[in-house]
């Protein structure tokens, strides 16, 4: 199982990201995904799941700001971001838990400062 994610990035407050995240190891579509974020010095934090139908579901701090979505033809889950905030400057993961493991990508550094 693999995990890469992009799309991160300095952006000032009130603009907007899309992260990506490609996987392969597995049948992608069979898959639950999620989006976590971890802030400095703090644990890290579970933002949103897409699940096989494309329901998404989110922390209550990121609804209506964050959208989750995939493309099952090309193995990638995204995470479309509007008004950041200078608190949503944190690391985030991709993860898919397959056979009962938890597997994470590398992360992509969001920053919102101005």
């Known amino acids: 199982v693999q995990l890469v994610e992009s799309g991160g990035g300095l952006v000032q407050p009130g603009g907007s990201l899309k992260l990506s995240c490609v996987a392969s190891g597995f049948t992608f579509s069979w898959y639950d995904m999620s989006w976590y974020r971890q802030a400095p010095g703090k644990e890290r934090e579970l933002v949103a799941t897409?699940?096989?139908?494309?329901?998404?579901r989110y922390v209550d701090s990121v609804k209506g700001r964050f959208t989750i979505s995939r493309d099952n033809a090309k193995n990638t889950v995204y995470l479309q971001i509007l008004s950041l905030k200078p608190e949503d400057t944190a690391v985030y993961y991709c993860?898919?838990?397959?056979?009962?493991?938890?597997?994470w990508g590398q992360g992509t550094q969001v920053t919102v400062s101005s």
């Open positions: 993860n898919v838990k397959y056979s009962n493991v938890d597997y």
């Open positions: 897409i699940n096989r139908a494309r329901g998404g």
